[in-house]
């Protein structure tokens, strides 16, 4: 019931930016003559409030709307109230220029654009999986794992808006790229467990020769983190809790190991290497980007993680460090490099609350190995398929 609390004291903190906005769409419908719809569609727009905190309330007091009129209030809902809270800073900022300046009345294009750029998130943004390939240099790693191809999913956030339906073309698009080894670096599920077989069968339908594996994030530990290990383990995906294991490609051995989500209080990287091999390649599976300084010091080549989302409203394509996520960490999305230890972060397949995603969008990503200093006849096999 906090959590409820806390989305209900957001939505009515939110209502301000909302009835601004809906207040400037009536003047306008107004002013353009079309008087029947000045008051009825901003009104519709405000009303839609009122499902939103059903849907917030759903859980404890078993309110339920359907499927369909729950998608359909909550993608209007969230274009609109993104889109007031876009539309806020830029009335601001036009009637500040407006005193230094004689303006003049906000072009219609300007007014339009935090509503268009709100639609363009919620329809396209947080829906259209984009394919990332990256080649990562390992110190050390053996000619047998030379141009292995790990395919990297997170953040799936399987539930009520993350369907059955989404996540089995999220598994196609995995399973084109023909992984040698496929990693789930967690958030499994968004905050119920009953939800982990949906996505535990799509995942199982991606064939990897060298196994499939998957890592708890911290909203599988919210949701109940042995339900979510055992859906997946039903499936013959290997959950890595704070252990690793030897793999083996062309006779020769890589350490793949997989740590609990540091705000289970249960992270124990320690326990996940201790049984690896003296001088053995290492990729490390840990939800939070924030745990690779530790893993650094500890001798991890390559550490792969989720969580962030790349902030979900970012400008990425200038620099990452433009992003949300960058509040609650340095590493917000792509590749980072320390020495000769490297950290890759997923911006996710899923999406959580609000459904939107402007300049980070949602991604599969194919890592392929090759060595720190590569022969020609390594770039060979780096190659794609």
């Not at 339009?112 to 990256?134: D, H, I, M, S």
């Not at 199982?204 to 909203?219: F, R």
């Not at 006779?251 to 609990?260: A, P």
Request: include cysteine; charge should be positive.
């Amino acid at each position: 019931m906090r959590r409820a609390r806390f989305y209900l004291t957001l939505l009515a903190l939110t209502l301000l930016p909302q009835v601004v906005a809906a207040a400037d769409l009536c003047r306008y419908l107004s002013d353009h003559d079309v008087r029947w719809l000045s008051f009825s569609v901003p009104g519709v727009l405000l009303l839609l409030n009122v499902p939103m905190a059903f849907e917030v309330l759903r859980r404890k007091r078993r309110v339920r709307l359907p499927r369909i009129v729950a998608a359909l209030v909550q993608t209007t809902w969230t274009a609109f109230w993104l889109g007031s809270i876009f539309y806020l800073p830029v009335l601001l900022f036009w009637a500040i220029a407006g005193l230094v300046t004689d303006t003049g009345a906000m072009p219609e294009w300007l007014a339009l654009a935090p509503f268009a750029l709100a639609a363009y998130g919620t329809l396209f943004g947080a829906r259209v999986l984009r394919k990332e390939r990256v080649e990562v240099p390992v110190a050390g790693l053996p000619r047998g794992w030379w141009g292995a191809r790990i395919v990297q999913l997170s953040d799936l956030h399987s539930g009520r808006h993350v369907t059955a339906q989404r996540l089995r073309g999220i598994a196609r698009r995995a399973a084109r790229l023909s992984p040698d080894l496929l990693v789930v670096t967690g958030d499994i599920v968004h905050n119920s467990h009953a939800f982990a077989r949906q996505a535990a069968e799509a995942i199982a339908t991606v064939k990897a020769p060298y196994g499939t594996y998957a890592i708890l994030g911290n909203h599988d530990f919210w949701a109940g983190a042995d339900a979510v290990e055992k859906a997946l383990e039903n499936e013959g995906i290997q959950v890595l809790r704070n252990r690793g294991l030897v793999l083996q490609r062309g006779g020769d051995d890589l350490w793949l190991c997989g740590v609990d989500d540091p705000w289970s209080g249960r992270f124990d990287l320690a326990a996940a290497l201790r049984e690896r091999p003296q001088g053995a390649a290492t990729v490390l599976l840990s939800h939070q980007p924030n745990t690779w300084p530790v893993a650094q010091r500890a001798g991890v080549q390559l550490q792969l993680s989720g969580h962030t989302h790349g902030g979900q409203v970012a400008m990425l394509w200038l620099h990452r460090s433009l992003s949300l996520a960058r509040f609650i960490t340095p590493f917000v999305a792509g590749l980072y490099r320390a020495g000769t230890s490297f950290l890759y972060v997923n911006r996710g397949a899923g999406t959580v609350m609000p459904m939107i995603r402007i300049g980070a969008r949602p991604e599969v990503t194919e890592l392929v190995l090759v060595p720190a200093d590569p022969t020609p006849e390594a770039a060979e096999a780096a190659q794609p398929a």
